[in-house]
């Protein structure tokens, strides 16, 4: 999300299904709709292909992070984008370990898939140059967060 000259607020998703959404109409059409980027198109194994550096006022990554197969980098790239301020969510609607022992139980390819420990994602999201980090693992969701550093 950002906010242009007018103090609006912006929407943006990247999602690999744009030309689903598109096809469906379930983007929409009013001013007040969020653009959607094609996941499939802009996005690289370490960067996106798009110019967006220092964009976003939030990012928000909602029941996705464990299918990120290079987190590290996935965290450095929300935290490229975002504005100086700007917050980086990874949230989930169920805890870390019942998300984990979801995935470990469907096996195959998604087995892996898995939420890091506190310990691990806070290393990551420090090592992403956020700072203010928060993370709550609630009985019933998940909850962690950082925000780029305001000044370089």
């Given at each position: 999300?950002?906010?242009?000259?007018?103090?609006?607020?912006?929407?943006?998703?990247?999602?690999?299904?744009?030309?689903?959404?598109?096809?469906?109409?379930?983007?929409?059409?009013?001013?007040?709709?969020?653009?959607?980027?094609?996941?499939?198109?802009?996005?690289?194994?370490?960067?996106?292909?798009?110019?967006?550096?220092?964009?976003?006022?939030?990012?928000?990554?909602?029941?996705?992070?464990?299918?990120?197969?290079?987190k590290l980098?996935?965290?450095?790239?929300?935290?490229?984008?975002?504005?100086?301020g700007g917050?980086?969510?990874?949230?989930?609607?169920?805890?870390?370990?019942?998300?984990?022992?979801?995935?470990?139980?469907?096996?195959?390819?998604?087995?892996?898939?898995?939420?890091?420990?506190?310990?691990?994602?806070?290393?990551?999201?420090?090592?992403?140059?956020?700072?203010?980090?928060?993370?709550?693992?609630?009985?019933?969701?998940?909850?962690?967060?950082?925000?780029?550093?305001?000044?370089?």
């Amino acid at each position: 999300m950002c906010h242009d000259e007018g103090g609006n607020h912006n929407g943006y998703g990247a999602d690999p299904s744009f030309h689903i959404l598109a096809s469906k109409k379930i983007l929409g059409n009013g001013p007040e709709t969020a653009q959607v980027i094609d996941a499939n198109t802009t996005l690289s194994p370490t960067r996106l292909t798009i110019k967006m550096d220092a964009t976003f006022d939030e990012v928000i990554c909602n029941s996705a992070f464990p299918h990120f197969p290079h987190k590290l980098k996935a965290l450095k790239e929300m935290a490229r984008v975002l504005k100086p301020g700007g917050r980086v969510v990874i949230c989930h609607t169920k805890a870390r370990e019942t998300i984990n022992n979801l995935h470990r139980s469907l096996g195959g390819v998604i087995a892996g898939d898995q939420i890091p420990p506190g310990s691990e994602m806070m290393g990551m999201l420090v090592a992403a140059g956020l700072t203010e980090i928060e993370i709550d693992e609630g009985h019933d969701y998940y909850l962690a967060s950082g925000v780029k550093a305001r000044y370089e």
